[in-house]
């Protein structure tokens, strides 16, 4: 019993084996109603890898399934030129209409099983892989995106195939990814995801135009120039760039070492592909138009990359963040871009917020972010570093250990994301729902909501009196409210509802509310 998960203090119960294995419990608890409902396979995901492109495009696409008789499948067939995560968006509803993971998930190509994963039981060693099962930049607790590409050391994964390996592998023509995915009761959805396979990204693309004339300086200046990452490789495009891709090349400069790489076309441009040099921080890149093998125009990006290897622990900084990274933070060497963003929150900033990206892989191994205020802090119990959902807009907090030592404010950090650091000097915003009923006789409750727009509301600080009588009631984080149903104390006429409650960072809110009844 405990209050460490999500709402209140409640009862954890879990069916384990002899040898300690997790068991699904959906496996061996009768559920009425029965489920005859399959999972529903919503759409796929598929993420470049290696410099690969999808329907001639560079980065991460999402193809929505539709059902059609018997099988889910895309609008039209997907054109893939080398490796690339694929990522499948489902959910499995039970009988009572509740979303839930589904009990297996198999991936075949040209019929080859190369992915199977069975939710049947869970070793506790196995918790920091759930990472690898889910896409973190995606998932939500209702709403599934599961990898279906394997990785070095995922124990839960049973074929110890690699899809994305083997799309590279692919001739060139049609083939057929079939998704297969069933439920504890035993319905089945199967998705049939049609693959083109094209010849390797280098060849100017049908839909590409060049300009007519040579073009003059400044060619460069106009394009659009995006950085992606994705496992242990850096992607740079240069979009709507008007000419062939043997005008542009990329250097990489990092530390004392240097590279080259030759531009590649794609749909709208050209872009890169590459690994870093080395573990120095910056990595500088100029992408460098090039007339008789000489640089006539560049343009300089300072990217700070953070090559994670296994086995490796290591520190990084920039501005007033910095992070550690444990030794066994990922399997595969895995690029992690860190850059300084404008953002808006609620609360007062009080450093520079950090972006660190690509965001849909977890770490598996203890990775703290940190950040340094400019000056002192007066009042260190107000200030935590927060995280930005993926849709923008909101910031959720995160438990912070302030270092008196160092002045900074840490936190564990799961992935990747837009970290800051704020204040939260606002108290509890407290209203009352207006009663269902005037009549004193037929009001069988009292709604209070509570929002924090900070740290979060201290539980324990609750106190509710009604007509100056003390209630024992409790505030549930899941719905933001507290329910009075013991309202011995209300009389007809007006009666007096007073609620206090303090947050985290040591706001109070003291509210006052006023009714009448008949």
Not at 114 to 129: G, S
Not at 185 to 207: D, F, L, Y
Not at 389 to 405: A, D, I, K, Q
Request: proline letters at 7%.
């Amino acid at each position: 019993s405990g209050e460490s998960g999500a709402g209140f203090p409640h009862l954890h119960v879990e069916i384990r084996d002899r040898a300690g294995y997790a068991l699904n419990p959906l496996m061996l608890l009768e559920q009425p109603p029965a489920d005859d409902r399959p999972p529903w396979l919503k759409g796929v995901l598929l993420r470049s890898r290696s410099g690969s492109l999808v329907n001639g495009d560079l980065g991460e696409f999402y193809f929505p399934l539709r059902r059609r008789e018997a099988l889910y499948r895309p609008a039209a067939p997907l054109r893939v030129s080398g490796p690339c995560d694929v990522v499948l968006h489902a959910v499995d509803l039970t009988g009572v209409g509740r979303s839930v993971a589904p009990f297996r998930l198999e991936a075949l190509l040209d019929g080859r099983p190369l992915f199977a994963e069975t939710f049947d039981r869970l070793c506790r060693d196995d918790n920091n892989q759930l990472g690898m099962v889910y896409d973190m930049s995606h998932s939500t607790a209702s709403d599934f995106f599961f990898n279906l590409c394997s990785q070095e050391g995922f124990a839960l994964e049973q074929t110890g195939g690699r899809l994305a390996e083997e799309l590279e592998r692919l001739l060139p023509g049609a083939h057929e990814l079939r998704i297969v995915v069933e439920d504890c009761q035993g319905n089945r959805s199967q998705a049939a995801v049609p693959i083109e396979k094209e010849a390797a990204a280098g060849r100017p693309p049908a839909t590409r135009r060049f300009a007519a004339t040579a073009p003059g300086a400044g060619m460069l200046r106009d394009c659009e120039v995006a950085v992606l990452a994705n496992r242990g490789e850096v992607m740079v495009k240069v979009g709507e760039f008007p000419a062939p891709a043997s005008q542009l090349r990329l250097r990489i400069v990092q530390g004392s070492e240097e590279g080259m790489q030759a531009g590649r076309e794609y749909s709208r441009g050209v872009f890169f592909s590459f690994q870093p040099l080395n573990h120095e921080v910056p990595l500088r890149i100029l992408i460098e138009r090039v007339d008789n093998g000489l640089a006539v125009e560049s343009r300089q990006l300072a990217l700070h990359a953070v090559w994670l290897k296994n086995h490796l622990a290591q520190k990084a900084r920039l501005g007033d963040f910095s992070a550690d990274f444990g030794a066994t933070s990922v399997r595969e060497p895995t690029v992690l871009l860190l850059e300084e963003v404008e953002r808006q929150a609620e609360l007062p900033l009080l450093a520079t917020p950090l972006r660190a990206y690509p965001e849909h892989f977890a770490f598996l191994d203890a990775v703290f972010f940190k950040f340094r205020p400019p000056a002192a802090i007066a009042r260190p119990d107000q200030v935590g570093i927060f995280k930005q959902r993926p849709t923008g807009g909101n910031w959720v907090y995160l438990p912070t250990r302030y270092e008196s030592g160092s002045g900074c404010f840490s936190c564990r950090v799961l992935s990747g994301g837009t970290y800051a650091l704020l204040r939260d000097v606002f108290p509890p915003d407290v209203s009352l729902e207006t009663p269902h009923s005037r009549h004193a006789g037929r009001l069988r409750r009292l709604v209070v909501r509570i929002r924090d727009r900070g740290k979060g509301v201290r539980d324990e600080s609750l106190s509710v009196f009604l007509n100056g009588a003390r209630l024992d009631v409790e505030y549930d984080p899941d719905w933001g409210h507290v329910l009075i149903e013991d309202l011995q104390a209300l009389t007809r006429g007006e009666n007096r509802l007073q609620v206090r409650i303090d947050d985290l960072g040591g706001n109070r809110s003291d509210r006052s509310f006023r009714f009448h009844l008949r």
